[in-house]
């Protein structure tokens, strides 16, 4: 009898474990996630309008783009391996699946915050006056990564501050309407709407360390090594669309604007902070370049500082990057993130 | 003889009582052993040695800034939420109980009142609860008050309207007042049904007390597990939710002992 019930047990485990994590092989059914963010709202574009269907009928696959309501959870669905692909931040991919062994490469370089991301002050003063002050934000995000950067440019640490309160994004508005708050980070559309409060003040933002806080697609490096037609249709599709918002074509603009909870005037808006990488050889010189390595390090070390990339790490080297010019930082041995312009390349030389 | 009168022996019962137990756990680890061959850094579903691993640093072992064993921060600071938000709500639940189901007027006032309050979804009102009693301990407190009193209430005014008119007319015949008759009639016949109620709502009052602590806050079980959800550690996720569980199943069983203690006559029901 037990023996029967471990066998069910198992049987059953398995069923419900069909998303194992994704095995290289060739197959023509792709799963992308992606989240509301303004410089994501073309994924979204993509489905709705077929220009992904239309790449995929190209390369005789089956693209599926779905949006996940939760940044975090399309990141860990990634990486438990219901997806083949993610779009996400350069750091959260380094902590959540590059940490947790599942090798992954960016395929598309989209933009850069460039202002997305504000640390905001209730009242007059600069940044130096967040010392012995309580700020609200979310706990290991970009959010905490663009505090602790602010924080050191004016010699300040966050033992300075009267600690870090963990506030859901959800709820970032109404807790900044509270008394007991006094400064926020958050990103964009949340930033605009705080703006607006009387006595807001910018005191610092993602402009200020620009390139730094990167939106990429990424994909699991296994699948596109056995799949290069996944990797051409999806970075096909996506600069048809770039290509479409560069000259401003109103109906995308405002399908995205609207899909993204604001209007084409505020999309626009929210535009102005993020640095679109529109035309591909913008973004294979970008990823090319040597800051890319410099971030990756800084946001290495921030990760190992926070405890982000686990007990097993040893030192902020625990994760390997590669570049594209093939030099490596972390560790060699353990090359989980990988930053790849061949496709972005391929966009720009017109092959696809 | 009937499926309905057929019993299992004792060694039968233990036997089919852990049944379930085992089969969870053996498809955990077949699960985990699955995708850990696949991916040996997986981090869904860490392995069982893991799991004991990292309970035992985090049971033991301070954090590395603050030196402070934080998982007895946080249930300590979650215990204290808990433990103010249910007391409250139980003794408000006790009172507007009694009121509403002794007195007609009360009865008239509120019963309606209480009844509609009881659909609002806490949840969905959390900006307005953050507005009027801030981010911090007291807004948490709330939440779960506001969360499990109007069930309580709802329950209880039920339970003293249940209770026989018979017993209610004796006690005027002997020249009871209102006063004696609630605290010496319905009091002691509530108290147990009181207890067997507040078992019931902790459940929900450890979501409450999570949902709070996931929104706003800097210290606690369901802070912590909202926290580390960010780097998708399950190990330190899944030692929390067993922590909780014992927690709560232990919470429950100290409730069920101090009813069969003090109200050994309420019978074998609670």
């Given at each position: 009898m037990l023996k029967s019930v471990i066998l069910t047990a198992g049987v059953a485990a398995a069923t419900a474990l069909s998303a194992l994590p994704a095995i290289a092989q060739e197959k023509t059914e792709f799963r992308v996630a992606w989240s509301i963010y303004v410089g994501w709202m073309p994924w979204g574009y993509l489905e709705d309008s077929g220009i992904m269907d239309k790449w995929a009928e190209k390369y005789g696959i089956d693209v599926e783009i779905v949006q996940i309501n939760d940044y975090i959870e399309s990141i860990n669905q990634y990486t438990a391996g219901a997806f083949d692909g993610v779009s996400a931040t350069n750091m959260d991919t380094l902590s959540i699946p590059a940490g947790g062994g599942v090798d992954t490469t960016a395929l598309i370089v989209g933009d850069y915050s460039n202002g997305n991301d504000a640390v905001i002050l209730k009242g007059e003063g600069g940044l130096a006056d967040l010392a012995g002050k309580p700020v609200h934000l979310v706990e290991l995000s970009v959010s905490h990564y663009l505090l602790a950067r602010g924080l050191d440019s004016v010699g300040l640490s966050e033992a300075d501050l009267d600690g870090v309160i963990n506030t859901s994004d959800a709820d970032m508005i109404a807790a900044y309407a509270t008394d007991d708050v006094q400064a926020v980070v958050t990103w964009n559309p949340l930033v605009s709407s705080i703006l607006e409060?009387?006595?807001?003040?910018?005191?610092?933002?993602s402009a200020d360390i620009p390139g730094e806080i990167i939106d990429i697609m990424w994909v699991n490096t296994e699948v596109l090594a056995a799949n290069p037609d996944f990797g051409k249709a999806l970075t096909g599709a996506w600069y048809e669309v770039m290509g479409l918002m560069a000259a401003g074509d109103e109906a995308a603009l405002t399908a995205m604007a609207e899909a993204s909870g604001t209007d084409l005037a505020g999309y626009k808006a929210q535009l102005e902070s993020t640095e679109m990488f529109y035309d591909p050889a913008d973004a294979v010189a970008f990823t090319s370049s040597d800051a890319l390595k410099e971030t990756m390090v800084n946001v290495a070390a921030f990760l190992f500082d926070k405890g982000i990339l686990g007990e097993g790490a040893p030192s902020p080297d625990f994760v390997g990057v590669a570049y594209p010019d093939g030099s490596i930082t972390g560790d060699p041995a353990n090359v989980k993130l990988r930053y790849d312009t061949t496709y972005m390349q391929m966009a720009a030389d017109g092959a696809l | 003889m009937r499926l309905i009168n057929r019993k299992p022996g004792r060694p039968l019962a233990l036997f089919l009582m852990l049944v379930p137990f085992v089969a969870v756990i053996v498809a955990y680890m077949v699960g985990s052993d699955m995708r850990l061959s696949v991916?040996?850094?997986?981090?869904?579903l860490p392995a069982p040695s893991t799991i004991a691993d990292t309970a035992a640093r985090l049971f033991t072992e301070g954090d590395r800034r603050t030196g402070r064993v934080l998982l007895w921060y946080d249930t300590a600071v979650s215990l204290r939420r808990l433990g103010i938000g249910v007391g409250i709500a139980a003794l408000s639940g006790l009172v507007f109980g009694l009121l509403i189901g002794l007195l007609p007027h009360v009865r008239a006032g509120l019963a309606g009142f209480v009844a509609v309050l009881s659909m609002v979804p806490p949840l969905a009102i959390l900006p307005i609860l953050f507005i009027v009693f801030g981010l911090g301990e007291t807004s948490k407190i709330v939440l779960i008050v506001i969360g499990i009193t109007p069930f309580l209430i709802r329950d209880l005014s039920q339970r003293v309207i249940d209770i026989p008119r018979e017993q209610i007319v004796k006690a005027e015949t002997l020249g009871a007042s209102s006063l004696v008759i609630a605290l010496r009639v319905a009091l002691p016949q509530i108290m147990p049904r009181l207890i067997q109620a507040v078992r019931l709502s902790l459940g929900p009052a450890w979501l409450f007390l999570i949902a709070a602590e996931a929104i706003a806050s800097d210290l606690g079980l369901g802070y912590r597990i909202f926290l580390v959800r960010r780097y998708l550690a399950m190990d330190v996720i899944l030692t929390y939710v067993l922590w909780i569980t014992l927690l709560a199943f232990l919470i429950d069983l100290v409730l069920r002992w101090l009813s069969r203690r003090l109200y050994p006559w309420a019978g074998a029901g609670l």
């Open positions: 409060e009387p006595g807001a003040n910018k005191v610092y933002d | 991916n040996p850094a997986d981090k869904l």
